[in-house]
């Protein structure tokens, strides 16, 4: 199955190229969003979408890091539209065998995969989109 490999950092993750719309160059500023969780980048206008944009690094409780983020992956999740705030992306590949990953796992992760030599943490999109929804329930 093909993915959509991106990093946060030098971290290496992958999402089904089934479950990515496309990838964009982020706007200079993000508009914030009153109240909103931390994770919740802000809302930025997509040809007249308006699309909710969440720092993946806070979504995975990964920590702080200092590169300045670079795209935004938005995902395919019908009527809604989310973005995650990523480093870079690296391209699309060949994801033959995700097996479980080692440790306590989130529902935004699938499992890890190796490509190239090097691991891959395969996101789950349902996963991440519970994640998201669980953020502003969870706020109150």
Do not use: C, W
Request: proline share 7%.
């Amino acid at each position: 199955m093909r993915h959509v490999i991106f990093r946060v950092e030098k971290e290496r993750y992958g999402l089904p190229l089934s479950a990515v719309r496309e990838v964009v160059v982020p706007p200079e500023r993000f508009t914030r969003v009153p109240r909103a969780p931390s994770a919740i980048t802000g809302v930025m206008n997509l040809r007249g979408r308006v699309v909710t944009v969440v720092e993946l690094r806070q979504l995975l409780g990964l920590p702080e890091g200092g590169t300045p983020q670079a795209r935004v992956v938005l995902l395919d999740r019908g009527r809604r539209d989310l973005g995650l705030l990523v480093t870079d992306v690296d391209g699309i590949e060949a994801v033959e065998r995700v097996s479980a990953a080692p440790g306590k796992l989130t529902p935004a992760i699938r499992g890890v995969a190796r490509l190239g030599g090097l691991g891959v943490t395969v996101l789950d999109p349902e996963g991440l989109d519970a994640a998201v929804v669980a953020l502003f329930t969870h706020s109150k």
